[in-house]
């Protein structure tokens, strides 16, 4: 399977603790994303990756929240001292870019987080 | 302001029948990309269908087709022939070609279709 896989896919931990994500992209895809949802909402963007670089962060992403690509393939993100309301669902995607915002996304699986 | 409207929180429709899923966006970008993706219960994200700004032609793929309006920016994904595997969340998303690289999603119209 040549997909985005992401690990774990489920993830109960208790408030305080830190949790680590893992996402691969499809090999030839050097763009990755991640993303947070909430029940009811669409994905939100976190943060962004151009091979090993993170060029961009969205103000969601606290200083509690970091992520690495170290060697451009596959991704980690770490959440510290968790909280309730992290509890949502972490989507990881890939892409390889084209012209003119042609540039298609691949999602992974998910991986869900509960905070309790 | 969003930059990606859904209004419609959820859609019924009949089996086989078609279906209009609206979207609605908002951008000063000249250049950027609108998108489909379709959510089943599982969780995961698949890519449907992608309009360029620039595309003249409505997309089409398989029974989705991408109903493009420029002037009115809308962009609403239509599904011919609905299948019970249709039923889904749906979300509209839309990449902006200058002005960094995120998409943007909607809050998702979830669809139901009915035997």
């Known amino acids: 399977d040549t997909g985005v896989s992401q690990n774990p896919r489920h993830k109960i931990t208790k408030r305080g603790q830190n949790v680590t994500f893992r996402c691969d992209p499809i090999s030839e895809h050097n763009r990755l994303y991640w993303y947070r949802q909430t029940l009811g909402q669409g994905p939100e963007f976190l943060t962004y990756?151009?091979?090993?670089?993170?060029?961009?962060k969205s103000r969601l992403l606290s200083d509690r929240f970091s992520a690495e690509r170290p060697k451009g393939s596959f991704s980690t993100l770490e959440i510290q001292r968790t909280e309730q309301g992290d509890s949502a669902m972490y989507l990881c995607a890939s892409s390889f870019p084209l012209g003119g915002g042609g540039e298609t996304q691949y999602f992974g699986p998910g991986t869900r987080l509960l905070v309790l | 302001a969003q930059k990606i409207t859904q209004t419609q929180p959820g859609m019924f429709v009949q089996e086989k029948e078609a279906v209009t899923l609206d979207c609605t966006y908002d951008?000063?970008?000249?250049?950027?990309?609108l998108f489909w993706y379709k959510q089943p219960s599982s969780g995961e994200m698949i890519f449907l269908i992608y309009?360029?700004?620039?595309?003249?032609q409505n997309a089409t793929e398989g029974r989705y087709s991408l109903n493009f309006q420029k002037a009115r920016k809308s962009a609403n994904l239509v599904i011919s022939a609905s299948q019970l595997g249709d039923s889904a969340m749906y979300f509209c998303?839309?990449?902006?070609?200058?002005?960094?690289?995120?998409?943007?999603f909607g809050t998702g119209t979830s669809l139901t279709v009915i035997p």
């Open positions: 998303a839309m990449r902006e070609a200058n002005t960094g690289n995120q998409f943007y």
């Open positions: 990756f151009q091979n090993e670089a993170q060029l961009e």
């Open positions: 951008t000063s970008d000249p250049s950027y990309g």
């Open positions: 309009q360029g700004s620039y595309d003249q």
